[in-house]
Each structure stands twice: as C-alpha cells, then as structure tokens.
C-alpha cells in the first residue's frame, strides 16, 4: 500500500492519485473476456474522455487497447503518447474542417456522426488513398441513468436515424476516397443492465443486413461503452466479465439469426477502466455547525476539480487517510471551497472526529474529474500521480497562478 498522507506532504493537496495496477488489471479484464466469450477478432478502445493525458493513454496502449478519442485535443494526446493512429478511433457529432484534416492526415479511424460530416470528408478524403470511416447510428434504445449522459434514445444530438441509412450507405457507396469498415453506437453512460446493450447487438446486426446490398465492405461492428462502476454501497453494476459475456452471446446469436459472418467486435470502455483506479486527496479546512440542521467541513478544492456533484448530482464514498482506526461519530456535509452555493462533494458523510489539517480521500474519482476539471474561481488545476510498486511518479504537475493567467492578455489601453 501506499501512504496518501504522505504524498500529500510531497505533491500537495487536492491530489488525483492513480494506481497502476487497478487500471491495467481492469484493461485484461476486457481484453481477456472478450477472448474467452467472443470467437471472432475484437478490439477494447479505451474511452479517452475519461480521462485524457499522456500516461493514462500509453498505459492502455501498452495493454493491447486502442484509444477513443472526440476531439482534436485528444487526438493530439493520444498520438503523441505513442498510439498507433490505426488502433485510434475519432468521434465527435460537429468536428470542425481542421479536426477532420487532422484525422486525415493521422491515418486514423472517423466515426461520422453526420451529414455535414460525410459531406466534408467526402470533399476532404484524398482519392490516392480512401480513409476510414465509421457510421455511428442512434439505435433507439433507452437505458436507465442519467439523462445528461443517454445518448442512444432517438431525440439525441448523436448519430444518424436508423432509418435514414440505406441514403447514408448510398451515399457512401458513390465515393471512392470514403471506405466504410464498421458501424457504431453508444447508449449511454453509468449503466448498471445488460440488456440494452444485448439488444443494441441486435440493431447494429440488423443495419449490417442492410449495408449489404451497397456492396460496403462492413466489418468492424461497435457497442460503445458505458459499463457503470460501484460509487456507493448501494450501486450494484454488473462485473466487466458479465457485461462482456452478455454483448458477445448477443452479437453471436444475431450473426447467426442471419446468416452472417462474426464481425470484429468493438467496446469502448471509459469509466469501467479508470473510474476505480484513481483517488483525490484533500485537505480539511473550516467548519460550520448549524445546530439541527448540518455541519459543514470544507475541503481545499471541490467543483473545480470534481464537477460531477454539482453537474450530475453523483455520489461517492470518502474516508479519512490518517483516522482510518477511528470509530464514525459524525455526519457531515462536505463541501468544496469555491464561491457557489451547490459546491458540495458529499452531502452526507459518516466519519470520524474531523480537525482541520485531516487529509480526506474520496474514491472512485479516475472517470470525468480531471477531464471535466476546470480553473474556476482561477484555482490552478490539481497534480496528479501513478503509484506503481508503491511508488509515486508525478503523471500531471499542478499548475500555478502563472499557468492560470497564462493565455490572458491586457490591451495597452487598460494598462495601469
């Protein structure tokens, strides 16, 4: 084990804190079910959104994954933490004339979300050497979590109608620069069933039916991701073994309903992956009791760092790194330090006697906390560390005030 009170003596606090282990443990998970369950070739992407920097895209790499990437930004990462542009897919429902280049000239995979999409990379692509693309669909299927991160029920901003396909597959079939290797879909995120993505299987089975009679060399079918992770005691996910288990048999049984060869089989986890291999650490600051009704304690970072309280209304669990013996005498309201109301972390937490100066860990915090974090109130963004074999090595330096004010600029006419 690791002592988190000690690495906040070294690298501060709040501090992201990623195990090593965790996260590659979690990658074989996937690879190594979808091996034993799918008799085709299948490939993980690991969903950079998750969390995007240099060491968590070369660790998932190194570990046999491809990246799943939305943006140029990420793409940028990706490819300059080492990943082969082949094994990187590009996704985004409106990527500008500049992003879609770079894809071009990555030689990656672009997932076309679009009609404006498909028109430019048709106008884009090079003759000499067709790109490759994918055709993301929205498959009408509704899972239960929450609405800001459902995206495959029809009145979403992704993908193209089902419906609408034998023009998109006509359209595609015209162009000889445009290669259409696969179809994809994604339903959501933090889904705790498997029947929606067995029946998304299904969908995307149905739609290769059809892409059949365009003479579309279709070959690559994607599930997305949004396998959900344990946050409380309460949320009970099912394992990546059985989420695996259920999309495969399902991908299996709809190939063999037609009559159709087994396609190369593609996920995308995100939060299954990273979620539960990271932990931010802070510190205890004030308190503020209101007699039958809360104390409050506060922490040193909070919706800057963690948003998925205050935007998603996400719980998580916590503990006290140096009162881990201690028995739980308080329920206390944590909250984070910035100038906003809803800036709570947790809103009830068992804990031990509390002084200021105790370090809080709260778990869980790999998935969308550095990706969403931001520089409000102009706090610098947090460091962050890989522990590997015990020991620390710094993956993301905390930023300074300098940083926050880096891309400011003051006119001459307001100098003072």
């Not at 993505?197 to 149905?206: E, F, Q, R, T």
């Not at 409380?232 to 073994?241: A, F, G, K, V, Y």
């Not at 087994?262 to 209101?290: N, Q």
């Not at 102009?378 to 590997?388: E, H, Q, S």
Request: hydrophobic share 40%; with cysteine.
């Amino acid at each position: 084990g690791t002592d988190v009170t000690k690495l906040v003596e070294e690298f501060g606090s709040p501090l992201y804190i990623l195990d090593e282990v965790t996260l590659r443990t979690a990658c074989r998970q996937y690879r190594e079910a979808l091996t034993r369950y799918y008799p085709g070739e299948s490939l993980v992407l690991y969903a950079s959104k998750a969390w995007s920097c240099l060491a968590v895209c070369a660790i998932a790499a190194s570990e046999g994954l491809g990246i799943d990437v939305v943006s140029g930004g990420e793409l940028y990462t990706a490819l300059n933490s080492g990943v082969d542009a082949h094994q990187i897919y590009f996704h985004g429902n409106n990527k500008s004339i500049a992003e879609l280049e770079q894809g071009i000239e990555s030689s990656c995979t672009i997932v076309v979300d679009n009609w404006l999409e498909l028109h430019n990379l048709a106008e884009l692509a090079p003759t000499e050497q067709p790109i490759r693309i994918m055709i993301r669909l929205t498959p009408g299927i509704e899972c239960h979590t929450h609405e800001y991160i459902r995206t495959g029920h029809l009145d979403s901003k992704f993908g193209f109608d089902p419906n609408a396909l034998d023009e998109v597959f006509a359209f595609v079939s015209q162009k000889s620069n445009l290669n259409c290797i696969g179809l994809h879909a994604h339903i959501g995120s933090q889904i705790f069933e498997s029947q929606p993505h067995k029946d998304l299987a299904g969908v995307l089975v149905d739609c290769w039916t059809k892409a059949h009679s365009y003479n579309l060399a279709i070959s690559e079918l994607n599930v997305g991701g949004g396998l959900g992770i344990r946050y409380t005691e309460s949320d009970d996910p099912p394992s990546i073994d059985t989420w695996v288990q259920g999309v495969c048999e399902a991908m299996v049984s709809a190939c063999e309903q037609q009559q159709l060869p087994l396609p190369k089989l593609l996920c995308e986890p995100g939060r299954s992956l990273i979620g539960s291999a990271c932990v931010t650490a802070y510190t205890l600051g004030s308190r503020k009791v209101i007699p039958q009704i809360r104390t409050y304690v506060a922490v040193d970072g909070g919706m800057s760092d963690n948003p998925r309280p205050i935007t998603y209304q996400s719980l998580y669990r916590v503990v006290v790194a140096n009162r881990m013996s201690a028995p739980l005498t308080e329920t206390l309201t944590i909250a984070g330090k910035h100038c906003e109301s809803g800036d709570v972390l947790i809103p009830d937490a068992t804990l031990p006697k509390t002084e200021p100066g105790d370090i809080f860990v709260i778990m869980s915090t790999g998935a969308y906390n550095y990706s969403m974090a931001s520089n409000y109130n102009r706090l610098p963004r947090p460091a962050a560390v890989l522990v590997k074999a015990g020991e620390a090595h710094l993956i993301l330096q905390r930023e300074t005030y300098q940083d926050v004010i880096r891309q400011d600029r003051l006119p001459k006419f307001l100098a003072l």
